[in-house]
């Protein structure tokens, strides 16, 4: 069986059966005069507006319909769940072909690191994301403005009888799954040795937003993306919601690069590679 990485006797590697893209600049203002730069933070703009609109609707219908005491009532944790991850998938599948569906900071930071997008656009995709966040909550306060405070405006906040350091550790797991998973959705050597396997990449992102929502809805109601919690703390404006933020920021964030350095450095055997590369140069 072939592999990707094989460093021959003098350093150089087989060829191999697909091609990863280059790795992109550091800083690249050339992407600042085009239209398509333009375009992909609209993107993000509205994808992360109708994904905090949806979902937070949903979280507050729910708290809605239960507030009479039936635990039956409203579409449960389940159904939130289904909120959270059916609306990536959704989204993700629209905006993959114009901003690469980042929806989320978390995600935008880990492909930075791998070094798949330019420090310019991570930065003005985050930006992106979080208005589109503020303003998707916004349009959930103005629909619901009788229900939005009653009900804790969707916010993220840690549940009474965790700890800081579990409700960190649950985001950060939370987020290393979900981050790696767009990793090995998007990965272009599975798409060449899998080309037989119809695999539609927004699929397992979704199923792991679903996943991950149903472990961590109990804990901290799941943020696992900085722009979702941003946006109900904002809006909400309620104190508790702003004790917490730091552990939807810091958590989201390592678990993203955690599963950058897995994927790139050790399942795609980055640092082999370039070991390999830096004794090639040695021979030569």
């Known amino acids: 069986m072939t592999k990707d990485v094989e460093v021959a006797e003098h350093g150089s590697f087989s060829a191999k059966d697909y091609h990863d ?38 979280v507050i219908g729910y708290k809605s319909q239960t507030a009479g005491g039936d635990p039956c009532g409203g579409v449960g944790i389940l159904g939130i769940a289904w909120s959270f991850g059916g609306m990536i998938f959704i989204l993700v599948y629209c905006t993959a072909g114009i901003s690469g569906g980042h929806i989320n900071p978390a995600v935008t930071f880990g492909l930075f690191l791998a070094r798949k997008v330019s420090l310019i656009r991570a930065i003005l995709y985050m930006v992106a994301q979080c208005l589109g966040a503020i303003c998707g909550v916004g349009l959930v306060k103005a629909f619901q403005s009788a229900y939005y405070d009653r009900y804790g405006g969707g916010a993220n906040e840690l549940s009474t ?26 990965d272009p050597k599975r798409s060449a040795r899998d080309s037989h396997v119809p695999v539609l990449a927004p699929l397992p992102i979704g199923f792991a937003v679903f996943m991950v929502h149903l472990a961590t809805i109990p804990i901290t109601g799941t943020g696992i993306n900085p722009a979702r919690s941003l946006g109900a703390a904002v809006i909400y404006n309620n104190e508790k919601a702003w004790d917490d933020q730091w552990i939807f920021w810091v958590g989201p964030f390592i678990g993203a690069a955690i599963a950058a350095f897995y994927h790139q450095f050790i399942l795609r055997a980055g640092a082999v590679k370039a070991l390999g590369s830096f004794r090639s140069t040695t021979h030569v």
């Open 161 to 186: 009888g965790y700890s800081k350091g579990t409700g960190l550790g649950a985001e950060i797991i939370g987020t290393f799954v979900l981050v790696y998973t767009v990793f090995s959705a998007t």
């Open 21 to 58: 893209p280059p790795p992109a600049p550091l800083f690249d203002s050339v992407e600042l005069t085009k239209w398509s730069f333009y375009r992909a933070l609209i993107a993000e703009f509205i994808a992360t507006l109708l994904f905090l609109y949806i979902t937070v609707l949903t």
